[in-house]
């Protein structure tokens, strides 16, 4: 904790401002209310002079900090997958599950974090999803085996599918338009490096210690932020008493849950699964789907939706969001295949493989905050462009990957990847969420992390099935072991380099914008 305090002042937020005081304490009755009122709308609104002050970075840091650990969960079994798999005896389109399943638990939670941010109070909602995330750690350091290790997966995947809508809504709170590039930036660092690095310290952490204590050594610190949050928080905005629509609940679920379930079985497939089962995930999802939209467009009248939809009348916020979803889908595909492929063809280690992987890592994190200063001054275009085009070079870079590849082949290209993506995930946040009105922020944050994660759930189980698809061909035509894995994996990185092309297409149509009719701002 005192390791935290120390480096929350540090984070690039801007330069300090004068705000009021926090709430005394000694008002009773209607003054308190009348007090709270005046002092939660001043210290939310951003300061137009493009300043935060002392409180004002504080929040935002102890969110990052926190959201940072809860995010780093998402790919940390993609190096133990193999050595879970063997232990758990499970097959790869199975063991996938603990990544994809987590996914899949914040894609249907997700959307009803935009009606618990405009309900319950900042302070307490931190503190529930923190709790929800270490009661999952402890669990899945104690699993005795794949089943309750899955449960603790979907367990802290509550816990997480909480925190990033509330840093990126309270972000866009807080943060007048002057500096949202330079503070997204930061939030980047949340939002790519976690998954990016996870893959680096799950593969040291397993060599020298055993895959439970990827568990047992972030549950101090999940803890310690817990704590520190309690302490340091205090409530952004002032909470409604609007209700909750519980028939828009079930109908994510099996919107969301149909769509990337029929995904998944498309890997078991290969392996002799029903037909029937995969074509009627897929229907219950699109129909699951489809009611939950036409309800949210009527609700949304009344102010009642689960998910506000009228975010997407904002051209900028809709194209922003189909980028991200093919980022992620990406980003989170290749992140899981790239172990599989380092270990199980060049026969790598856990531990070199991590520290195979630090380095892209690292660099992106250390990009991030340049991005948002450049995106202050240029504006999206002029990095999305680059950005997506870079992407695309690093994902057609693997089609060439063979069993002979050498380590410096396979750098080059996470190098490349994580400056590419790092050049993306800030300009495509604030551009996509600075178009949309400010009632509708924690509406837009939702749907940007629904589309987000559902979209890197999608990438899993689709490029880990059509690997399992390529690897079942190969067998059949009695290839070994070494040549079915990389001849389904090449497979894999065909079609997620293909679909890097749409995203150079759509980094050209995105612009700076404000709320009001989509109207550019100086670029």
């Given at each position: 904790?005192?390791?935290?305090?120390?480096?929350?002042?540090?984070?690039?937020?801007?330069?300090?401002?004068?705000r009021?005081?926090?709430k005394?304490?000694?008002?009773?009755?209607?003054?308190?209310?009348q007090?709270?009122?005046?002092?939660?709308?001043?210290?939310?609104?951003?300061?137009?002079?493009?300043q935060?002050?002392?409180?004002?970075?504080?929040?935002?840091?102890?969110l990052l900090v926190?959201t940072?650990?809860?995010?780093?969960?998402?790919?940390?079994?993609?190096?133990?997958?193999?050595?879970l798999m063997?232990e758990l005896?499970v097959?790869?389109?199975?063991?996938?599950?603990?990544t994809?399943g987590?996914?899949?638990?914040?894609s249907?939670v997700?959307?009803?974090t935009?009606?618990?941010?405009?309900?319950?109070?900042?302070?307490?909602?931190f503190?529930?999803?923190?709790?929800?995330?270490?009661?999952g750690?402890f669990?899945a350091?104690?699993a005795?085996?794949?089943?309750?290790?899955?449960?603790?997966r979907?367990?802290?995947?509550?816990?997480?599918?909480?925190?990033?809508?509330?840093?990126?809504?309270?972000?866009?709170?807080?943060?007048p338009p002057?500096?949202?590039?330079?503070?997204?930036?930061?939030?980047s660092?949340?939002?790519?490096?976690?998954?990016?690095?996870?893959?680096?310290?799950?593969?040291?952490?397993?060599?020298?210690f055993?895959?439970?204590?990827?568990?047992?050594?972030?549950?101090?610190?999940?803890?310690?932020?817990v704590?520190?949050?309690?302490?340091?928080?205090?409530?952004?905005?002032?909470?409604?008493?609007?209700?909750?629509?519980?028939p828009?609940?079930?109908?994510?679920v099996l919107?969301?849950?149909?769509?990337?379930?029929?995904?998944?079985?498309?890997?078991?497939?290969?392996?002799g699964?029903?037909?029937?089962?995969?074509w009627?995930?897929?229907?219950?999802?699109?129909?699951?789907?489809?009611?939950f939209?036409?309800?949210q467009?009527?609700?949304?009248?009344?102010d009642?939706?689960?998910?506000?939809l009228?975010?997407f009348?904002?051209?900028?916020f809709t194209?922003?969001?189909?980028?991200?979803?093919l980022?992620?889908?990406?980003l989170?595909?290749?992140?899981?295949?790239?172990?599989?492929?380092?270990q199980?063809?060049?026969?790598?280690?856990?531990f070199?493989?991590?520290?195979?992987?630090?380095?892209?890592?690292?660099?992106?994190?250390?990009?991030g905050p340049?991005?948002?200063?450049l995106?202050?001054?240029?504006?999206?275009r002029?990095?999305?462009?680059p950005?997506?085009?870079a992407?695309?070079?690093?994902?057609?870079s693997t089609?060439?990957?063979?069993s002979?590849?050498?380590?410096?082949?396979?750098?080059?290209?996470?190098?490349?990847?994580?400056t590419?993506?790092?050049?993306v995930?800030?300009?495509?946040?604030?551009?996509?969420l600075?178009a949309?009105?400010?009632?509708?922020y924690s509406?837009?944050?939702?749907?940007?992390g629904t589309?987000?994660?559902?979209?890197?759930?999608?990438?899993?189980?689709?490029?880990?099935?059509?690997?399992?698809?390529?690897?079942a061909?190969?067998?059949a035509?009695?290839?070994?072991?070494?040549?079915?894995t990389?001849?389904?994996?090449h497979?894999?990185?065909?079609?997620a380099?293909?679909?890097?092309?749409l995203?150079?297409?759509g980094?050209?149509f995105?612009?700076?914008?404000?709320p009001?009719?989509?109207?550019?701002v100086?670029?």
């Amino acid at each position: 904790m005192r390791v935290l305090s120390v480096l929350l002042p540090r984070l690039h937020f801007g330069a300090r401002a004068h705000r009021p005081a926090p709430k005394p304490e000694h008002l009773v009755g209607e003054d308190v209310k009348q007090q709270s009122d005046v002092l939660d709308h001043a210290s939310s609104a951003p300061d137009t002079a493009g300043q935060l002050s002392a409180r004002d970075r504080t929040v935002i840091g102890v969110l990052l900090v926190s959201t940072f650990v809860v995010i780093l969960n998402e790919t940390i079994m993609s190096v133990a997958l193999p050595t879970l798999m063997s232990e758990l005896a499970v097959e790869a389109s199975v063991g996938q599950w603990l990544t994809t399943g987590f996914l899949l638990t914040m894609s249907v939670v997700i959307p009803i974090t935009g009606f618990l941010i405009r309900r319950v109070p900042t302070r307490t909602l931190f503190g529930a999803a923190m709790a929800l995330f270490s009661a999952g750690t402890f669990l899945a350091a104690v699993a005795p085996g794949f089943a309750v290790l899955l449960a603790a997966r979907v367990i802290q995947a509550g816990g997480t599918a909480i925190m990033l809508p509330l840093l990126m809504t309270t972000v866009m709170t807080l943060v007048p338009p002057a500096r949202r590039g330079a503070v997204m930036g930061n939030l980047s660092i949340v939002i790519s490096v976690a998954p990016a690095i996870g893959p680096a310290v799950s593969g040291i952490v397993l060599t020298q210690f055993g895959w439970r204590y990827m568990f047992w050594l972030v549950l101090p610190i999940a803890l310690a932020a817990v704590l520190l949050g309690l302490r340091l928080i205090t409530n952004v905005g002032e909470p409604t008493s609007a209700p909750i629509d519980l028939p828009s609940v079930a109908l994510s679920v099996l919107g969301f849950g149909g769509l990337v379930y029929g995904l998944s079985s498309v890997g078991h497939s290969a392996e002799g699964a029903s037909p029937v089962m995969l074509w009627g995930a897929f229907g219950v999802g699109v129909v699951g789907l489809a009611a939950f939209v036409a309800r949210q467009l009527v609700l949304q009248r009344s102010d009642r939706a689960l998910l506000d939809l009228r975010t997407f009348r904002s051209p900028t916020f809709t194209v922003a969001s189909a980028m991200m979803m093919l980022m992620m889908a990406m980003l989170l595909g290749t992140i899981v295949l790239l172990p599989i492929y380092l270990q199980q063809v060049l026969a790598l280690e856990t531990f070199t493989i991590g520290l195979l992987l630090l380095p892209g890592g690292l660099l992106m994190g250390l990009l991030g905050p340049v991005v948002g200063r450049l995106y202050d001054r240029f504006g999206p275009r002029a990095l999305l462009v680059p950005g997506a085009a870079a992407v695309s070079a690093a994902l057609w870079s693997t089609t060439m990957f063979t069993s002979g590849s050498s380590m410096l082949q396979v750098l080059g290209f996470h190098l490349l990847l994580s400056t590419g993506l790092a050049f993306v995930f800030t300009p495509l946040f604030t551009s996509g969420l600075g178009a949309v009105e400010p009632r509708l922020y924690s509406y837009g944050s939702a749907i940007f992390g629904t589309t987000q994660q559902l979209a890197g759930a999608a990438g899993v189980a689709l490029l880990v099935s059509i690997m399992s698809v390529g690897s079942a061909g190969l067998a059949a035509e009695g290839a070994s072991v070494v040549e079915q894995t990389a001849g389904g994996i090449h497979a894999a990185f065909l079609v997620a380099a293909s679909l890097s092309l749409l995203a150079i297409v759509g980094a050209f149509f995105i612009r700076s914008s404000t709320p009001s009719g989509d109207a550019p701002v100086g670029h």
